[in-house]
């Protein structure tokens, strides 16, 4: 029987527990700032979709934008405000085509009460 100079260590190895190491810590991830200004813009563009005459709309396309390249950004940072980000894309469409819509309607508001304006001389339509 031989024994050598060095035997290694019994038990655990150096550094660790027998019982098993704490849980490791993960941070939580960082939620796109881009996509909270994105849902913030197109809720912000109702309102002035609504109450503009239709002018709010263009607000609407900046909020959708805005949640599209965050959605680029939360896919290639595997960051969190995916949910924020689609919400301001469809939230954002959805307030351009009101508001499109609402610009529609005032044109052809004016256009129609343009055409049934008396004339001085007591002739209707446009003076055209």
């Known amino acids: 029987m ?3 100079q060095y035997e290694p260590p019994q038990g655990p190895p150096y550094g660790s527990s027998p019982y098993g190491g704490p849980p490791l810590y993960q941070a939580p991830r960082a939620t796109n700032g ?6 913030v813009v197109s809720l ?3 309102g002035g979709a609504l109450l ?3 002018v709010g709309g263009i607000f609407g396309i900046a909020g959708a934008i805005m949640g599209h390249v965050a959605r680029g950004q939360i896919r290639r940072d595997n960051a969190e405000g995916d ?3 689609l919400a301001g894309i469809i939230v954002g469409w ?3 085509a009101v508001g499109l819509l609402a610009v529609i309607a005032f044109v052809v508001f004016v256009i129609a009460v343009g055409h049934s304006v008396e004339t001085p001389y007591g002739e209707t339509g446009s003076s055209v």
């Open 2 to 4: 031989s024994y050598s």
């Open 34 to 39: 881009l996509a909270i200004a994105s849902m």
């Open 44 to 46: 912000v563009a109702v």
């Open 52 to 54: 503009m005459c239709g």
């Open 83 to 85: 949910g924020f980000a």
């Open 94 to 96: 959805v307030t351009f």
